[in-house]
């Protein structure tokens, strides 16, 4: 499956962004997503994640009640709603698409990756 990212921009704290990632060529409902970012000089880390059926969500902490995913099986998109963005936001975030079964945090999981899209919080 190939991943599109889009969305990404600057944009002042507190304010709101919506990224979006286009699937193609697999069966999107077959497959686990979720978004990730990377921060300069930092590790990639889960943000959100929603399950392959039943649209069941996960978040990190840091992003709990601020950031929404979902996922548009008519349109093979994943989204993820960022509000009330904090400079600490800024990274490139990426989507990626895990085969496996269940939900997982662990970045190995996921063997398909979009290109990234840059959100830039400025304060």
């Known amino acids: 499956v190939q991943l599109q990212a889009s969305g990404g921009g600057l944009v002042q704290a507190g304010g709101y962004l919506r990224l979006s990632c286009v699937a193609s060529?697999?069966?999107?409902?077959?497959?686990?997503m979720a978004w990730f970012r990377q921060a300069p000089g930092k590790e990639r880390e889960f943000v959100a994640g929603v399950s392959r059926s039943d649209g069941y969500t996960y978040y990190a902490d840091s992003v709990k009640g601020r950031f929404t995913i979902s996922r548009d099986k008519t349109k093979n998109t994943v989204y993820l709603q960022m509000n009330s963005l904090k400079p600490e936001d800024t990274a490139v975030y990426y989507c990626a698409a895990s085969s496996w079964g269940v939900f997982t945090k662990t970045s190995r999981a996921y063997a398909y990756w979009g290109q990234g899209t840059l959100v830039t919080v400025s304060s």
């Open positions: 060529g697999g069966t999107f409902s077959s497959y686990v």
